[in-house]
């Protein structure tokens, strides 16, 4: 069994592409806000982030597990996919319980 680097089906390809686009969402809001451009606290820019970053890395988590279930696509951009969508949702699930304020 061969391991390949770029999905071959359509769902793994979704998954791969919109890992990429997460993770360049989110790379260009914290460059903005390194450049000044944006902050936490001023303005919605974070919320309009989250917003779109959210539903983005769940449908990417579903989308590598159809890829690898039902459509057999064994590449290791689909299983990054699906590493990186843990992540974020397990982020998302238990970041509260180590807020202090």
Do not use: Q
Request: proline share 2%.
């Amino acid at each position: 069994m061969k391991i390949a680097l770029i999905p071959k089906t359509k769902t793994g390809k979704w998954s791969a592409g919109l890992t990429v686009f997460f993770l360049l969402l989110l790379t260009a809001f914290f460059a903005f806000m390194l450049f000044g451009f944006v902050t936490f606290d001023e303005g919605h820019w974070w919320d309009l982030t989250v917003g779109i970053a959210v539903p983005l890395v769940i449908s990417t988590f579903i989308t590598g597990i159809v890829a690898v279930i039902k459509n057999k696509d064994r590449s290791v951009s689909v299983y990054i996919s699906i590493f990186i969508g843990s992540c974020a949702i397990l982020f998302l699930l238990l970041h509260s319980l180590f807020i202090n304020d």
